[in-house]
């Protein structure tokens, strides 16, 4: 039974860091060249083989706070991550000492409960901002 779980949860340990570590695919960018798809990525505007940037910066108080949410659910979510894989460590090495394997358990618990608060704080952030 405790070989099982083992495996169980070295594969989720697995999954977890196969899906940390996949790259976010862009969308398509219809731009011609890579000097013109740096130039829209920025916010600039290409014409006449050159980039054009705004003068003026975007301080709106929507795009602010969906900066500072984007950039706290990722380092929420790069931490849980770390936390998921050190609550699996813990338990393969807990050696069936249950203080041990409850501390575990209750690391990753705690870690998946940090994701999808955050995931919800997110949608709900949005959904706010979308209604500004």
Known sequence: ???WR???LSAGVVLSLAFAIVPVISPTVSAQNPKEEI???????WSNNSCTQPTGTNTDLPG???NV???LLFIIGAVAVIMIVI???KYTTSNGDQGSVKSAKDTILYSVVGIIVAFMAYA???FVI???
């Open 87 to 89: 609550g699996g460590i």
């Open 6 to 8: 083992l495996k169980l």
């Open 124 to 126: 709900i952030v949005n």
């Open 39 to 45: 130039c829209k990525g920025s916010g600039g505007t």
């Open 1 to 3: 039974m405790l070989r």
């Open 69 to 71: 949410v984007n950039i």
């Open 130 to 132: 979308s209604r500004l």
């Open 64 to 66: 602010l706070i969906r």
